[in-house]
């Protein structure tokens, strides 16, 4: 299994762009999620699915958007990238939904100038 | 809504000495608590996790104890060695059905040889 995916590990924009982050997970985990990490914050939920066409807002989710129409994938859109977006992004995903272990992905890092 | 905090932010040991983080949280509703470990550009690790129907899980050098009525749980790393350096990060459920998770903000900790 290649567990948790992510594409691309690094991208520059420019503010006003909009970009798609890719997140794949090839073990039928229901429960996927995307935080941003910003240095001295920890880790923060932008948003979450329960499964397949169910998704939900997290911590901070203005500015951005999700769907998820397979179970394997779970996409982060930037509408309209800021540089207060500049940040390293996880996804994240688990078996379940419900205090189980959840499976990081290496991060994609954004620059936005 | 949840907040965790985290202490201390920093944290230096001499090889072979423990080290402990502590981290309080405010939603008596949390009932699963992971740890982290986070190598520099890397992605976040599970290390330990509790319950919160147990007091304390220990596995070899790493152990982590919850006080309920506190509110607090910590981290207790014996015998630290090079390898533990890394961002330790604890987080706590939450959502109607613990699915979701806030972290702290981490503690660098630096074992020094």
């Known amino acids: 299994n290649a567990g948790v995916t992510q594409t691309p590990k690094f991208q520059v924009l420019k503010t006003g762009q909009s970009m798609t982050l890719q997140c794949a997970q090839d073990m039928n985990h229901e429960y996927m999620s995307w935080y941003r990490q910003d240095p001295g914050m920890g880790l923060r939920l932008i948003h979450y699915s329960v499964g397949a066409g169910i998704t939900d807002q997290g911590e901070v989710p203005n500015g951005y958007n999700v769907s998820r129409s397979t179970t394997e994938d779970f996409p982060l859109r930037l509408l309209s990238a800021a540089p207060s977006q500049t940040s390293v992004y996880f996804c994240?995903?688990?078996?379940?939904?419900?205090?189980?272990?959840?499976?990081f992905g290496p991060g994609t890092r954004l620059l936005v100038l | 809504g949840e907040n965790v905090e985290q202490h201390p932010s920093t944290l230096s040991v001499q090889e072979g000495d423990s080290a402990v983080i502590k981290c309080t949280y405010s939603d008596s509703a949390s009932n699963y608590f992971p740890w982290y470990k986070q190598e520099l550009g890397k992605r976040p690790q599970l290390i330990i996790d509790i319950r919160s129907n147990v007091g304390e899980k220990k596995d070899q050098r790493i152990a982590v104890t919850l006080n309920k009525t506190a509110k607090h749980f910590s981290l207790h790393i014996t015998e630290t060695q090079p390898e533990d350096s890394a961002v330790y990060f604890c987080a706590a459920s939450i959502g109607n059905y613990g699915q979701n998770f806030v972290f702290g903000p981490g503690t660098r900790l630096s074992v020094l040889p």
């Open positions: 994240a995903s688990s078996y379940s939904w419900g205090r189980e272990t959840q499976y």
